[in-house]
């Protein structure tokens, strides 16, 4: 089935720094990534869906200047999260459209901790 | 707009004994998709069973069934046989149909299996 690799797992950064999270396609091609944060315990919130090509769409409430969002090529969308806070550690997790008869494709996530 | 609810927060189940979590959703579309997703200790995202809406058939995979009511938007997801591995975060998500895919997630059921 399709994969989806997303690097980090685990970062912990300074507040004021910014932190990139990437999430590759590794054997299909991925027009679309859609980017979840995860509470602890609670469930997934779609922050934004890159599109390849072109701007990423960003749901209500979700800054865009903060979290910055690209999708450089057919395999590849990025995360980036600028001047962090603590309040932005959370658990963030890229999602690819299906590409076959299962089911959306879920990078393992990353766990950003900002101190 | 898509809902979903998950009105068990938690659920305990004795292993080999069978356990149903409920879920019910809401929405406008009339092509849309229905998953079961599992969340365990790692915090991949593992598809666990996938209705399409327009199938009145009710899917199955190995030990886990589904109870599909369109018309109630009833969507429980069955476990029979439990084993100690099913132990994990539950989620039922509503995909819309066409280019859009958005998911939309319930909170979640906390499931526990004793041995």
């Known amino acids: 089935g399709a994969v989806v690799s997303q690097h ?6 300074k507040s004021g720094t910014s932190v990139k999270i990437e999430c590759r396609s590794l054997d299909f091609q991925a027009t679309t990534m859609f980017w979840y944060r995860q509470f602890p315990k609670k469930s997934l919130m779609l922050m934004a869906t890159s599109n390849e090509g072109s701007k990423a769409t960003y749901e209500q409430g979700v800054e865009k200047d903060k979290f910055l969002i690209n999708h450089a090529s057919l395999t590849l969308s990025t995360l980036t999260v600028t001047s ?11 999602s690819a459209p299906p590409t076959d008869l299962y089911g959306y494709t879920f990078g393992s996530g990353t766990r950003l901790t900002v101190v | 707009a898509q809902t979903v609810t998950q009105s068990q ?37 593992i598809l666990v069973i996938r209705q399409e809406a327009y199938k009145q058939q009710n899917a199955t995979e190995n ?39 958005k998911l939309t997630f319930g909170k979640g059921t906390l499931l526990t299996v004793n041995p």
């Open chain 2, 9 to 45: 927060p938690e659920m305990s189940v004795q292993e080999a004994e069978t356990v149903t979590l409920s879920c019910t959703y809401d929405t406008s579309e009339s092509d849309y998709y229905l998953f079961w997703y599992k969340q365990p200790p790692s915090r991949q995202m």
């Open chain 2, 63 to 101: 030990r886990f069934s589904v109870n599909f009511q369109k018309a109630a938007k009833s969507f429980s997801l069955k476990i029979s046989d439990s084993q100690l591995g099913d132990a994990a975060m539950y989620f039922c998500v509503v995909s819309s149909g066409g280019s859009n895919y």
């Open chain 1, 8 to 13: 980090p797992s685990r970062v912990i950064c």
């Open chain 1, 84 to 94: 962090a806070h603590p309040e932005d550690s959370s658990f963030y997790i890229c």
